[in-house]
T-cell receptor, first 115, second 116 residues
């Protein structure tokens, strides 16, 4: 069975602070995909990133970066110099790699960035 | 390109009434998913279709819920009779299949359902 745990329910920071959202997963698959989605106050779910399990290189996209560590089954997400527009709920998700598989989502972390 | 389209965006109904939620997936996508989001349970997969055929409906909470996909461009999720505990945001998502699809799902804006 697959499981995704986002232990942080809510995080509050002040603008320009760096913030890291934690994601820990469990799976019996040797290859799999990991995802992050963003849900802003408007409610839609926006895809941010997908990683496959055999590529452990960290990824950076602007102020966003992701740290994938297979040894600790973690896929953490860092926002550098946070902005008010980053306020949202962030979901980590997992799927199997072979064939087609559904996404298993974590419960989400609500990030509040105040000015 | 249009994304996943859901209607209505908001629905308020009274307990016992039938509710029908609608979804138009992205053209060319082979998979369609229905999710429910609540504060208590987060995002739950209710059912998904592949090429209009239901593949896994184990997430459907009970017989009051039913979903159909009569063609590649339309799906419905019906609740009959509705109960207050069905109040939630219901998302539809679609996904392409084939090499390079990477299981990425594209979500609609959601339907916020309130059952009084």
């Amino acid at each position: 069975a697959q499981k995704v745990t986002q232990a942080q329910t809510e995080i509050s920071v002040v603008e320009k602070e760096d913030v890291t959202l934690d994601c820990v997963y469990e799976t019996r698959d040797t290859t799999y995909y990991l995802f992050w989605y963003k849900q802003p106050p408007s409610g839609e779910l926006v895809f941010l990133i997908r990683r496959n399990s055999f590529d452990e290189q960290n990824e950076i996209s602007g102020r966003y970066s992701w740290n994938f560590q297979k040894s600790t089954s973690s896929f953490n997400f860092t926002i550098t110099a946070s902005q008010v527009v980053d306020s949202a709920v962030y979901f980590c998700a997992l799927s199997a790699y072979s064939g087609y598989s559904t996404l298993t989502f974590g419960k989400g972390t609500m990030l509040l960035v105040s000015p | 390109d249009a994304g996943v389209i859901q209607s209505p965006r908001h629905e308020v109904t009274e307990m016992g009434q039938e509710v029908t939620l609608r979804c138009k997936p992205i053209s060319g996508h082979d998979y369609l998913f229905w999710y429910r989001q609540t504060m208590m349970r987060g995002l739950e997969l209710l059912i998904y279709f592949n090429n209009n055929v239901p593949i896994d409906d184990s997430g459907m909470p009970e017989d009051r819920f039913s979903a159909k996909m009569p063609n590649a461009s339309f799906s419905t999720l019906k609740i009959q009779p509705s109960e207050p505990r069905d109040s939630a945001v219901y998302f539809c998502a679609s996904s392409p299949m084939g090499r390079g699809s990477y299981n990425e799902q594209f979500f609609g804006p959601g339907t916020r359902l309130t059952v009084l």
